[in-house]
């Protein structure tokens, strides 16, 4: 596509509810990342995919969030029995490069979570 | 730890004056970006800086680095009304993927 898809736009869970969210990034692009950023702040990373395989996980907050990107294009961040402290939008972003993006990364819009 | 600071967080100004956003790091890297963020939107890329010296312009935006210094600019020329908007320094690590995000600038521009 022309631009990376993220869904849903939107999203409400009642705590303890499991949560997926979906990046469809742009066609061919090697690299994808996720990102949360709470409300008012920057975004803090949280994992980095370079094809299928996951090359750094080290910034997911607990072992309640786990992602994937089975086929090395589509990715789902998925959050197990989610607390509050997880509503936050949750940026995905795509890089033609496998590393350091010296063309800049592309965002999507990004999935905002609230979790009640 | 790589840490990135941005100043200021907050600036009210009014069109046609000139301002500069810094953005601080504190250790070594090659790779700065400059995003920004319209309210409810998702990050734009406005800039890659890979080298020290390096300065990109765009319009009334002009980025530049510093990496003995470990500091970035992005200067604003003669503002308008539609460069209001939260602006973000990120900063690639040696060491692996990461960026690492400076808090953001929130410029609100007057008529």
């Known amino acids: 596509g022309a631009g990376v898809s993220q869904s849903p736009r939107y999203k409400v869970a009642k705590r303890g509810q499991d949560v997926a969210l979906r990046c469809d990034p742009i066609?061919?692009?090697?690299?994808l990342f996720w990102y949360q950023q709470a409300l008012g702040q920057g975004p803090e990373f949280l994992t980095y995919f370079q094809n299928e395989a996951q090359l750094d996980k080290s910034g997911l907050p607990s072992d309640r969030f786990f992602a994937e990107r089975p086929e090395g294009s589509v990715s789902t961040l998925k959050i197990q029995r989610t607390q509050q402290e997880d509503s936050a939008v949750y940026l995905c972003a795509s890089s033609p490069f496998a590393a350091g993006g010296k063309d800049g990364y592309t965002f999507g819009s990004g999935t905002r979570l609230t979790v009640v | 730890e790589l840490k990135v600071e941005q100043n200021p967080l907050f600036l009210s100004m009014q069109e046609g004056k000139n301002y500069t956003i810094y953005c601080n790091y504190s250790?070594?890297?090659?790779?700065l970006y400059w995003y920004r963020q319209d309210p409810g939107k998702s990050l734009e890329s406005l800039f890659v800086?890979?080298?020290n010296g390096a300065v990109k312009q765009e319009g009334r935006l002009m980025a530049s680095l510093d990496t003995k210094a470990r500091l970035s600019t992005l200067h604003i020329t003669a503002a308008v009304h539609d460069l209001s908007a939260t602006y973000f320094c990120a900063v690639g690590m040696d060491s692996n993927y990461q960026l690492i995000w400076g808090a953001g600038t929130k410029l609100i521009i007057k008529p």
């Open positions: 066609s061919g692009h090697v690299s």
């Open positions: 250790t070594t890297s090659d790779r």
């Open positions: 800086l890979l080298s």
